[in-house]
Nanobody
């Protein structure tokens, strides 16, 4: 089992910055990947940024150059630094940890989400 707790969301003006944190506990080192997702009203949840199993990172095209994912293994915490925020970045942001089990069955763990609102 993995527990994930996000923090750091809030209201910011366009062009501003926020840093999200995801504190993880449990069997985190058995996870194959971790990342940040977001879901805007009326839209599907989408991957924003993530770490793959080999430690490399990937970003959604819409956030490349503006967002940076990082982690502190000693603190079991993952971060998402968001710069040059745009109104279209407004969404609930979720921390995710994924385990790929036998027969490639996916086990997804989610935090409770943190709201990010960017005003124009």
């Amino acid at each position: 089992q993995v527990q994930l707790v996000e923090s750091g969301g809030g209201l910011v003006q366009a062009g501003g910055s926020l840093r999200l944190s995801c504190a993880a506990s449990g069997s985190i080192f058995s996870m194959n990947s971790m990342g940040w997702y977001r879901q805007a009203p009326g839209k599907q949840r989408e991957l924003v940024a993530g770490f793959t199993s080999d430690g490399s990172t990937n970003y959604a095209h819409s956030v490349k150059g503006r967002f940076t994912i990082s982690r502190d293994n000693a603190k079991n915490t993952m971060y998402l630094q968001m710069n040059s925020l745009k109104p279209e970045d407004t969404a609930v942001y979720y921390c995710n940890a994924r385990f790929v089990g036998l027969y490639a069955v996916l086990y997804d763990y989610w935090g409770q989400g943190t709201q990010v609102t960017v005003s124009s």
